[in-house]
């Protein structure tokens, strides 16, 4: 063994962790437009070859799995950022939300690939780190006074699901705006239980 292995190594395992991630971000992108893109566009975008496309996802469904887990990961992140760069703690809530409903409409453009027991599983485990960037949305809210105190995260989650329901394009964005002004509406009454 020589000196310059165990560098060798590590330079060849940051070079495959740039890859991977170069990979994810050119599927993101590219599955966003078409759900359907052959997987050799992807690998074109990310700079890479079909050989290392597949060293690290042999499968489609593998390379959709991996996409939209690090756009939940890093939806799930960014509540904070999203907070501070908007001086209205609502703005921040819409934006956060309008982001979320872009993510969930790719996921149901990939149609069968998110209904294996993996995906499912995937989904599943999302849901809690979801459910806390909505919580820090809305105590934001609460503290900014545009809604009340007292409603559940995951129940506004619920509610907020009308927006990877309305059609993606300008109509939609205006239906989707209209519509969240309703919910703020509603939100800044206190929950009443039935």
Known sequence: MTDETPST????????????VAIIEAAHELFADNPLVPLSEVAKRAGVGAGTLYRHFPTR??????????DIERLTVVADEVLARH???????????ETLSAYIRIKHGLGDALHSAAAQELISASWAPVTAAVEK????????GTIAPGHD?????????????VPNNDDGVVQGRRLIA???SGLK???QPI
Not at 61 to 70: M, N, P, S, T, W
């Open 9 to 20: 190594y590590g330079t060849q395992r940051k070079a495959a962790a740039r890859n991977r």
């Open 182 to 184: 309703a919910v703020f």
């Open 61 to 70: 469904e593998d390379l959709i799995l991996a996409a939209y887990q690090h």
């Open 153 to 165: 995260p995951a129940d506004i989650i619920m509610l907020m699901s009308f927006l990877w329901r």
């Open 137 to 144: 949305l809305v105590d934001a809210c609460v503290a900014e």
């Open 189 to 191: 009454e206190s929950p």
């Open 87 to 97: 001086s209205s703690a609502k703005a921040a809530f819409v934006e956060w939300f």
